[in-house]
């Protein structure tokens, strides 16, 4: 009998054993599934428009809504959905055809036409695994996009590794695009255009490729050097091939006639530019914890390519803690940059070379940007919408102004939330 009990409890307790083996805790990465949601409205105008050779209105609204949802697909890794639609209206687009909907003798105005508005929708759907130790991730992710003109769908990943504790932290990603065009020539110059132009005979030969893919390699490196200082770099390369140039974006030869119609100048061709670009840009942060309230935030990015566009960025953010849950954000950018070797104004390039481009965002000029944002954040999620909790609300806007003339406003409103089990 003694045996018969001695077994049984011996039994019972490697049973149990077991169980809490099994059973043992496993904090998960992300414990309970969030949603953010993010709305944007961007808005600009200035006198340099690329569909127009350089000259006309820039004006342009846009208004963007995102939704992210973030799931724990177990202990170690987490899904994420990120979809997104954007809306914009734009004067400049619209004088693809000027002359569908506008006023006779208004040249550079917004046409009614259907080309004055654009949608683009995009679906990002990624995962990220984590080893036991939480000192390895690797990710995948997808993509695809579609508008009007433009259809692109891609595929990445990567993997991170951190050392020292977590103090160091290695990382390298790839991706790929591969994009084609629907091409949307000015009306003057698509087959079977006839306005009665005397004399007005463009020399001018659609895109034969109208693909374009773009490949990236992506290497970061961060370290905490102090409890107070923390240091990252990144470096990407990308490649591109294809059709590069914008098919819709009008030039004017020094060397051509001019053809008006309605007061509104005809094309003598479309933007040219080569068939391949490099662009390697190299950007460092350094964070600086100052006290309970105030931390530096610094940032600087070099870039370069091989059509002789150079840019430098620097920028600083300041956030500053109000209490436990409001934070504000005052930061400010400086971007200048020098312009690609194919840039001409209008009527500068002739029609004897090979690639020229009107668009002044290829061109040299310098930036500056000011911001301002406010985040409120609850931690444990105490506010409930339906079965939600909110964490974070964010709120910023920024202004944006080119010494070539353009201005632009963004604003931008984000909420993150909880799934509740309970």
């Known amino acids: ?57 820039e004006e342009l609204t846009d208004a963007t809504s995102t939704l992210v949802l973030r799931m724990p697909l177990n202990e170690d890794a987490i899904v994420t959905i990120d979809a997104g639609i954007s809306a914009y209206s734009s004067a400049s687009t619209s004088n693809i055809d000027p002359f569908d909907g506008r006023q006779e003798g208004s040249p550079f105005q917004a046409s009614s036409g259907a080309s004055q508005n654009d949608i683009l929708a995009y679906f990002n759907p990624s995962i990220s695994h984590y080893s036991d130790s939480r000192n390895f991730i690797w990710n995948a992710n997808a993509y695809v996009s579609n508008e009007y003109d433009y259809f692109s769908i891609g595929f990445g990943g990567g993997i991170t590794q951190l050392f020292n504790e977590r103090n160091t932290e290695f990382s390298l990603g790839g991706q790929v695009f591969l994009d084609s065009w629907k091409p949307q020539y000015p009306i003057e110059l698509r087959p079977g255009y006839s306005n009665g132009i005397f004399g007005y ?26 409890q107070r200082l923390q240091f990252s770099l990144s470096v990407d390369a990308v490649f591109q091939e294809g059709l590069l140039s914008t098919p819709f974006q009008r030039i004017y030869f020094q060397d051509k006639e001019d053809f008006f119609q309605e007061n509104f100048q005809l094309a003598d061709d479309v933007e040219q530019l080569p068939n391949s670009r490099v662009k390697l840009p190299i950007g460092g942060r350094l964070n600086y914890y100052v006290n309970d309230w105030l931390v530096l935030r610094s940032f600087y990015r070099y870039y370069w390519d091989d059509w002789g566009l150079t840019g430098n960025t620097a920028q600083v953010e300041a956030p500053i803690k109000l209490n436990d849950k409001f934070t504000i954000y005052p930061t400010y950018r400086y971007y200048q940059q020098s312009g690609v070797r194919y840039f001409y104004q209008k009527e500068e390039a002739v029609s004897t070379m090979d690639f020229y481009t009107s668009d002044f965002d290829l061109s040299s000029y310098t930036a500056k940007q000011y911001g301002l944002g406010l985040q409120y954040k609850d931690v444990l999620a105490a506010g409930k919408i339906w079965f939600f909790g909110l964490k974070s609300i964010n709120l910023r806007y920024a202004y944006y102004t080119r010494n070539n003339g353009l201005d632009a406003s963004i604003i931008t409103l984000s909420s993150t939330f909880i799934l509740d089990n309970n």
């Not at 030969?205 to 390699?217: C, G, H, I």
């Open 201 to 226: 005979e463009p020399d001018f030969t659609a895109f034969e490729n109208e693909n374009r893919n773009s490949y990236s390699l992506n290497f970061g490196f961060s370290q905490i050097l102090s």
């Open 1 to 57: 009998m003694k045996n018969h009990l001695f077994l049984i409890a011996l039994f019972f307790g490697l049973w149990v054993r077991a169980q809490q083996t099994n059973t043992t805790y496993k904090k998960r990465i992300l414990e309970q599934a969030e949603l953010e949601t993010l709305f944007s409205y961007y808005s600009q105008d200035g006198q340099n428009a690329a569909v127009t050779g350089g000259e006309g209105t």
